[in-house]
């Protein structure tokens, strides 16, 4: 007896009750707890259809119609007021290739200007792709591999039921008799075909027809063996059967509730783990906890627009009611896209050219749907920390949440993938979350909130580096439109200074471009001219990237550089350029810059010679959270050898300007929940490591700085007279703020606001800057 043999006897032996069980655990164990859906728009192209299934309303004969095909402006009509509702998908569904049957269809295709019905989708798959935005998700019947390769390059994704496995049901009397393209060798090749084709592929069985359940387990089989061989299932729908007037089975018996869910529990249990099981929520109103109970993890598409053209009878569940189902279940409810996550991170390999940007738009850091508008250093509404809970909290003492929060506070270092899980959360998980971070920085810093009154001086936007994220440098075709290249002499960059104490500040930051002429005695010069113009002005300058450049020019080692640095009057060293402390991330954003050894090294010698640093990072464009987790051990680590770090600041992308993003090549900076959770992740990762968390009013804006002082920040930063660098980028929040609305974000939070220095030693009295600088 072969091992499929074992199993299939196995499962159709086994209790409901434990099936359930073995399934929910396979489930649970895939990842994050989470319950996925798309929201789309269901485009109906074509109801005329070649096959005549017993069991469908929706294929129609062209009398029954006003006319074949929707046009391409209803197509549109269809797509736009999907797109205003806060759709991602285009769904298209349509008969198999209804011009083999009727010659109405063929007429209507000529009149059209094409001779396949896949010719026309084709096209009005593009329009919608390239006019509205949305990620077309194909569900046109049986393709060929030239079909698919055509359709490719204008969806996201394909779909095809296999629906049985069984001929039996081809046969006369059967459910898919006179219906050859439901032959299961015929279906069977092509989902083979979209496999070759490399295109992201759904299929499910549908049960209740006439097969019985070994043949259940047998279309399951042949799924799971079609994704071992091409690796291109996202999903795999089982659908009950729903019996309707005015066809054939309009009589026949629906399958039984337990029937249902163990064909679920079956589907979860063979299928490999990184396939999807779905059911159709509008089918199953009266019964969603028990599909979840099943071994579900995602309701397919769900409109808010369109009906369910196949099952016109059953309209879909409200989106806010499906949220409730699930956050009582403790799965959160979250939107994917028509591609799932995987997949979008192998774009090169599964989308074509054209729809990588488009998907990436829409994406966020783990390959899901964005949930908002906002982005960072948009003048967009900040939703506030309210919105990441739904549902009663879901955290239970014993948890593997509650674990690893425990672990945090008490002083220990999280994994990569106990912190990756952390970023991950959503819903009631998040919230429990932030509300963790929160409490971290009340036992660790109070419930004061501290500023710094300083001024960023700018020297030089002229740079010989290609960081793709960067809007800021002005020597190459990446550079941004807002600025045009200069250079300060030393002198501009001292009166600078001299005005900002003028102003009240404690604090300039000096940094530029790394401009092909300057040594390490530029630098040098630069921090001379501003020390002997104010001797007793903190001076924090000079990133790891133009330390490690000027100590190359003089050819020193770091650490005599350094020390010529701080014997110059140099207080301590922003800690930019660090980006992503992950060389895979690096390659692709900043090819030809420091390394991660490297910046780290950078880092470690300015601590070891006394100057201490902040530690940044700069998150949202193509990275992950794996990638950020090895960042914050990164800093948590050397942290603990050398102490030097005074802060931790995350620098949300700012994607309007930048390179990255314009080429298509970048997603829209993090959503708002990914820039909560970095704050409140951040405070907790660096728990007993470091003591002060940042958030970054530039990007955030002041009404989102705020709301992540309730996410585990106790710092808003500086006033930042003449900030340049993520205005550069896009950001709309301004160059520089005032002291009474940084007194007003803290008020807002509950909080007190007190002055420090560069430092963190508070001062007894605020010093306001007395006018703004031009």
Known sequence: MSLDDQLKRRLLAAPTKSLLAEARARRDARGPARTTYSRKVFIPLTQLCADVCHYCTFAKAPRELAKPYLSPDEVLEIARKGAALGCKEALFTLGDAPERRYPAARAALAELGFERTVDYLEHVAARVLAETGLLPHINAGVLTLEDHQRLRAVSASTGLMLESAS????????????SPDKQPAVRIASLAAAGEAKVATTSGILIGIGETEEERIDALLVLRDLHRQHGHLQEVIVQNFRAKSD??????????????????????????????????????????????????????????????????????????????????????????????????????????????????????????????????????????????????????????????????????????????????????HAAAVVRAADALRFATKGDVVTYVVNRNINYTNICTYSCGFCAFSKTSTKA??????YVLADEEVALRAVEAVANGATEVCLQGGIHPSYTGETYLGILKAVKAAVPDLHVHAFSPLEVSSGAQTLGMSLRDYLMRLKDAGLGSLPGTAAEILDDEVRGHICPDKLNTAEWLEVVRTAHEVGLPTTSTIMFGHLDRPEHWARHILAIRRLQLDTGGFTEFVPLPFVHMQSPLYLKGKARRGPTWRESVLMHAVGRIALHGAIDSIQCSWVKLGLEGAAACLAAGCNDLGGVLMNESISRAAGAEHGQEVSVAELQEAAESAGRTLRRRSTLYRLFDEPAAPARQLA
């Not at 949220?323 to 599964?350: I, K, Q, S």
């Not at 906002?374 to 003048?379: D, K, L, M, N, T």
């Not at 941004?480 to 290249?485: E, I, N, Q």
């Open 480 to 485: 941004g439109t807002r600025d045009k290249p």
């Open 167 to 178: 001929e039996r049901l081809c046969e006369r009397g059967g459910p898919h008799f006179g």
């Open 247 to 428: 066809t054939k089975m309009a009589l026949a018996e629906e399958p039984s509730d337990a029937a249902l869910y163990r064909a679920i529990a079956w589907a979860r249990i063979i299928l490999d783990d990184e396939v999807s099981v779905q059911a159709p929520p509008n089918l199953n109103d009266s019964r969603l906890e028990a599909l979840l109970d099943a071994g579900i993890d995602d309701w397919g598409g769900i409109s808010p627009l369109t009906i369910d053209h196949v099952n016109p009878e059953a309209p879909w569940p409200q989106i806010e009611a499906l949220a409730e189902v699930c956050a009582e279940a403790g799965r959160p409810l979250v939107e994917r896209l028509t591609v799932y996550p995987r997949y979008l991170h192998a774009r090169e390999h599964w989308l074509d050219a054209k729809l990588r940007t488009p998907a990436l738009k829409l994406s966020d850091t783990e390959g899901l749907a964005r949930d908002g508008a906002w982005c960072p250093g948009s003048p967009a509404h900040a939703p506030g920390t309210a919105k990441l809970p739904l549902g009663a909290p879901a955290i239970g003492p014993g948890s593997a949440l509650d674990k690893v929060l425990d672990k945090a506070a008490a002083g220990r270092e999280l994994s990569e993938a106990e912190i990756v899980s952390l970023f991950s959360a959503r819903g009631a």
